[in-house]
T-cell receptor
Framework: KNEVEQSPQNLTAQEGEFITINCSYS?????LHWLQQHPGGGIVSLFM???GKKKHGRLIATINIQEKHSSLHITASHPRDSAVYIC????????????FGTGTRLTIIP | DSGVTQTPKHLITATGQRVTLRCSPR?????VYWYQQSLDQGLQFLIQ???????AKGNILERFSAQQFPDLHSELNLSSLELGDSALYFC?????????????FGPGTRLTVL
């Protein structure tokens, strides 16, 4: 079992729909990161969370430390949101590496 | 623009060859990370440097090596290249190098080994 699991692997939705991407992890973490990878390959950091909830524009990220689970929500989705969304966790054991999920490929249809 | 630069953007080479990938971190960031993204493996952490010293090591092959120089730029050296080394190689930087710091990613170097 991977340390970081994402679901769904692929998601296709109509423009305007509310999107939820899930991330579950099995290790103790210092922080959880949500990344966006555009079709051209570039990676952008969206959020870094260690507790609670963060919001940036139409994007919302939440984390439940007890349940070892995080969600990324996109409200009023738009075709430009089409990308791969990657969850990554930072270990709390003093090793500073990030462990990545396999990503969720999101396609928003106009 | 993240402020992290990587050169070259694309690299095509043959098996058995050696290549060097270069990364310049954001101004003020002391830590540099190297990641490999292949089609079948997703993103994998290779190695991290902080202020010139190796801080963490991931799934980096013995054929690969890296260093961070006094001006904080970093180089990833890949030798005895194999077809399976074809991948996107990303560099990222962060301020202090802790896993709870935001990381800023470079545009990546696409390596093709023929």
């Amino acid at each position: 079992k991977n340390e970081v699991e994402q679901s769904p692997q692929n998601l296709t939705a109509q423009e305007g729909e509310f999107i939820t991407i899930n991330c579950s992890y099995s290790v103790g973490i210092s922080a959880l990161h949500w990344l966006q990878q555009h079709p051209g390959g570039g990676i952008v950091s969206l959020f870094m969370l260690s507790s609670g909830k963060k919001k940036h524009g139409r994007l919302i990220a939440t984390i439940n430390i007890q349940e070892k689970h995080s969600s990324l929500h996109i409200t009023a989705s738009h075709p430009r949101d089409s990308a791969v969304y990657i969850c990554a966790v930072g270990s709390n054991f003093g090793n500073e590496k990030l462990t990545f999920g396999t990503g969720t490929r999101l396609t928003i249809i106009p | 623009d993240s402020g992290v630069t990587q050169t070259p953007k694309h690299l095509i080479t043959a098996t058995g060859q050696r290549v060097t990938l270069r990364c310049s971190p954001r101004s003020g960031d002391l830590s540099v990370y190297w990641y490999q993204q292949s089609l079948d493996q997703g993103l994998q952490f290779l190695i991290q440097y902080y202020n010139g010293e190796e801080r963490a090591k991931g799934n980096i092959l013995e054929r690969f090596s890296a260093q961070q120089f006094p001006d904080l730029h970093s180089e990833l050296n890949l030798s005895s290249l194999e077809l399976g080394d074809s991948a996107l190689y990303f560099c990222a930087s962060s301020a202090s190098g802790h896993s709870y710091n935001e990381q800023f990613f470079g545009p990546g170097t696409r390596l093709t080994v023929l």
